[in-house]
T-cell receptor, first 114, second 114 residues
Framework: DGGITQSPKYLFRKEGQNVTLSCEQN?????MYWYRQDPGQGLRLIYY???????QKGDIAEGYSVSREKKESFPLTVTSAQKNPTAFYLC?????????????FGPGTRLTVL | AQSVTQLDSQVPVFEEAPVELRCNYSSSVSVYLFWYVQYPNQGLQLLLKYLSGSTLVKGINGFEAEFNKSQTSFHLRKPSVHISDTAEYFCAVSGAGGGNKLTFGTGTQLKVEL
């Protein structure tokens, strides 16, 4: 089955620790995205990548970092500089980087910082 | 810049009744419009999309939406809802020529009651 996997599903960390969220896709998609979801705020774009070894900041990139060393992988690191990291994080991918390309979403990772 | 407004944060409806979830957008360029559904603690699934052509778009699970350029709206409708339609629904817009950056509304929680 083709799709997007995110791991872990639930993640707990102490304040001040960096944490990396995994996102893998086997859809052979060029573009990948990270969103943050908070109650009542919809989804907000953190980072996106349209091609391997290239990525751009989204609307709320501060306190986050990404890498895109392989086409199928786009890990997100939540650093200690992120002031309010507790949220639901969603990874997505699309076949291309055009506005008409449908984005496919993974099941999400719920991060709780204690 | 583009934005999406979903005025109704919650919509309660009885089973087998019709429902309309409202979505209005603003953009300075031509748009592509999407509706996604999210079940609790899961990722998003595409219901339908408008790219061009016919303004009435049919999607999965019996949902449809109508693109109205003059009113900058893309309301989602279903003639008869089921308990299983209880979920959160997100309207999203991307702009032609602006890459694949999706802007999401804040979501509408549809609660179907017996």
């Amino acid at each position: 089955d083709g799709g997007i996997t995110q791991s872990p599903k639930y993640l707990f960390r102490k304040e001040g620790q960096n944490v990396t969220l995994s996102c893998e896709q086997n859809l052979n998609h060029d573009a990948m995205y990270w969103y943050r979801q908070d109650p009542g705020q919809g989804l907000r774009l953190i980072y996106y990548s349209q091609i391997v070894n290239d990525f751009q900041k989204g609307d709320i990139a501060e306190g986050y970092s990404v890498s895109r060393e392989k086409k199928e992988s786009f890990p997100l690191t939540v650093t200690s500089a992120q002031k309010n990291p507790t949220a639901f994080y969603l990874c997505a991918s699309s076949i291309g980087g055009s506005g008409y390309n449908e984005q496919f979403f993974g099941p999400g990772t719920r991060l709780t910082v204690l | 810049a583009q934005s999406v407004t979903q005025l109704d944060s919650q919509v309660p409806v009885f089973e087998e009744a019709p429902v309309e979830l409202r979505c209005n957008y603003s953009s300075s360029v031509s748009v592509y419009l999407f509706w996604y559904v999210q079940y609790p603690n899961q990722g998003l699934q595409l219901l339908l999309k408008y790219l061009s052509g016919s303004t009435l778009v049919k999607g999965i699970n019996g949902f449809e939406a109508e693109f109205n350029k003059s009113q900058t709206s893309f309301h989602l409708r279903k003639p008869s809802v089921h308990i299983s339609d209880t979920a959160e629904y997100f309207c999203a817009v991307s702009g032609a020529g602006g890459g694949n950056k999706l802007t999401f509304g804040t979501g509408t929680q549809l609660k179907v009651e017996l």
